[in-house]
């Protein structure tokens, strides 16, 4: 199954290229956050992950920023804890 993950950080954002996207992209499932971007939480993205089984399409986002802030933020859990998330040996 493909994953995909969008967030807006204000509520006058509209998410709709962004699942528009993703659904091009094939995702059968798109889970959101809406959040400012200042906060770390993200709780529509911590199910996505633990959801993520072997053999599935690791999560897609539609551009990185929307995954997260920074490199920091990607190195931090629960980005770091998923092998999904992690680069293929």
Request: overall charge positive; some cysteine; hydrophobic content about 40%.
């Amino acid at each position: 199954m493909k994953y995909g993950y969008a967030r807006v950080s204000t509520e006058d954002q509209n998410p709709a290229l962004q699942r528009a996207a993703l659904k091009k992209a094939g995702c059968q499932k798109i889970l959101k956050d809406e959040s400012t971007g200042a906060t770390a939480k993200r709780p529509a993205l911590l199910p996505c992950l633990k959801a993520l089984q072997d053999g599935d399409t690791p999560l897609i986002v539609w551009k990185l920023d929307r995954l997260a802030r920074s490199l920091r933020d990607l190195d931090a859990p629960p980005l770091t804890g998923n092998a999904a998330m992690r680069p293929a040996a």
